[in-house]
Every structure is written in C-alpha cells, then in structure tokens.
C-alpha cells in the first residue's frame, strides 16, 4: 500500500481519476493548496475511476443524502466544504 497526494482546484465541481481500490484519507490545506491524500493498494489492479468532488461554501446548499462529506478546509479567507458524489 502506497499513500498518493493529489493537488485540488478551487472549483464548485471538479473530477479527479485515481485507482479504482484508492480510499480518502483526508483533504487539507498545504501551503496554498487543497490536497487529497488516499491510500492506494499498488499491487492490485490499478485500473483508473473517476472521482467527482464538489466544493460548496459555508451557507451554499448540499444535495441531501446523494452526497458523501469528505473534509471542510479553510484557504485565503474562504471555508470550503468538500463532498463526493457516490460512484455509480
């Protein structure tokens, strides 16, 4: 198993392709950058998925229950709220 780093836009919604076995382990603020760190097993299939994540503000609406709440993270002056759409 191998943790791998991605670096996130701030954008209201933004896809990401990671390894189909990947599970988040957290999103933070480095620097000033949001990051999304996942644990990856390596030698395993590492057929490639896409992961759909939405950035809301604070006071921004949230689709109930088809969203999963991944972190909340503060860059700049801004506090975003990181959720995920389920995979299909």
Known sequence: MVIYKYKLKVEIIQRIMMPANARILSIQVQ?????LWA???VDRDN???E???IM????????KGSEVYRATVQLNS???HIYEEPHL
């Open 39 to 41: 644990e990856v097993y």
């Open 31 to 35: 620097g000033d950058e949001i990051c």
């Open 78 to 80: 801004y506090v975003w």
């Open 51 to 53: 992961h759909t994540l």
């Open 47 to 49: 057929q490639l998925e």
């Open 56 to 63: 809301r503000a604070t006071g921004q609406p949230v689709a």
